[in-house]
Nanobody
Framework: QVQLVESGGGLVQPGGSLRLACSASGSILSINTMGWYRQAPGKQREFVASITSFTSGSSTNYADSVKGRFTISRDNAKNTVYLQMNSLKPEDTAVYYC?????????WGKGTLVTVSS
């Protein structure tokens, strides 16, 4: 059973950057696609980004709202998935979670809060 712990959130001004990390207690080598999701206050959780590993490399996918500003990456040796967030906007304020894609109910962690505000 894999446990996922998100970190790196905080308060940042509009236009700023943050790097989130998702550390897995077990190996994620066997998990082809990992993703980031977020849930803003009063809204449903939504997909943000995903990364799929292949023997020859990886492919990424992003929600339109973050395309060009966020970058997802993974380090299988460290069992960690990252989300680099640049040019942050107030509408990016949310609790950010990592999980597999599609998500597995038992893998949801507590998330990490990102607040974009001046």
């Amino acid at each position: 059973q894999v446990q996922l712990v998100e970190s790196g959130g905080g308060l940042v001004q509009p236009g700023g950057s943050l790097r989130l990390a998702c550390s897995a207690s077990g190996s994620i080598l066997s998990i082809n696609t990992m993703g980031w999701y977020r849930q803003a206050p009063g809204k449903q959780r939504e997909f943000v980004a995903s990364i799929t590993s292949f023997t020859s490399g990886s492919s990424t996918n992003y929600a339109d709202s973050v395309k060009g500003r966020f970058t997802i990456s993974r380090d299988n040796a460290k069992n960690t998935v990252y989300l680099q967030m640049n040019s942050l906007k107030p509408e990016d304020t949310a609790v950010y979670y990592c999980n597999t894609v599609p998500s597995r109910f038992s893998y949801w962690g507590k998330g990490t809060l990102v607040t974009v505000s001046s």
